[in-house]
């Protein structure tokens, strides 16, 4: 069988407390959903739902922040906003700030992000997106009766390459990587260090369907065999003794 990307698109907009299970059933892709199949949610509804959503007029910048903002052609408010959702700061030049979360992530502006949501507002990543993969597993289970995988995603940029590509940032019900050490390639040598980060690559094949102006914040991925055994985010993440770039 050929894999499948089935976009899913909703009307409305995510608000804080809203069912997102109940949201994806009422649509004709969400009744079709089949035993085995993979939904990525995009990171923004999880964030809107779970009330990550933050209403700029009511942060107050320290004077680092302030300092910072004015050094970067940045956004105080902002600026505050990264710094208080980051654990430590990798670079900062041209105006980005490379920072890791508290959770782990590497990325710009500790994922700090006013796209989709109305000015005046920003949304931070999700506190533990593992578990908001969990939570939407266990219900997809109890509403549908039905063993799906659960994929949350973001926009990461790369280091030495242009453009953005859409990764895991949460993962339920699935590896997060497939390990090929010690089979054989067609040519019977041993493989050694390949180890293939499987929830990206589906997060971004998903991202090619749903993009970013289609209000289609969920994709269904289908045919595609996995293990049932439980991913996460920890296993995605390079130690930084092993990390050649920092």
């Known amino acids: 069988m050929s894999l499948q990307i089935i976009p899913v698109k909703i009307s409305g907009d995510v608000k804080y407390g809203d069912d997102l299970v109940e949201i994806l059933l009422k649509t004709k892709a969400g009744r079709g959903l089949k035993e085995g199949d993979i939904l990525v949610f995009t990171q923004k509804i999880i964030s809107k739902q779970e009330g990550q959503k933050i209403d700029l007029s009511k942060i107050r910048p320290a004077l680092l922040a302030t300092g910072i903002a ?48 109305e000015k005046g507002f920003a949304t931070l990543l999700p506190k533990n997106a593992d578990d908001s993969a969990r939570k939407l597993q266990r219900r997809i289970k109890t509403k549908t009766g039905k063993n799906i995988a659960v994929i949350i995603s973001d926009t990461f940029g790369r280091p030495f390459r242009e453009g953005q590509t859409d990764v895991a940032i949460g993962v339920s019900g699935m ?45 269904i991925v289908r045919n595609y065999k996995f293990d049932k055994k439980n991913g996460r985010l920890e296993d995605l993440l390079r130690d930084k003794s092993l990390d050649l770039f920092r």
């Open 70 to 117: 004015s050094e970067y052609n940045k956004d105080p408010k902002i600026v505050q906003l990264i710094l208080d959702e980051t654990k430590r700061i990798i670079r900062m030049k041209n105006g980005i700030i490379i920072s890791q979360t508290r959770n782990g992530l590497v990325c710009a502006n500790a994922g700090i992000d006013e796209s989709n949501v």
């Open 175 to 219: 590896p997060s990587i497939v390990d090929y050490e010690g089979r054989q390639d067609k040519f019977k040598r041993i493989l050694r260090v390949t180890a293939i980060a499987v929830v990206d690559e589906i997060c971004a094949a998903s991202e090619l369907v749903r993009g970013k102006t289609l209000h289609t914040p969920i994709a």
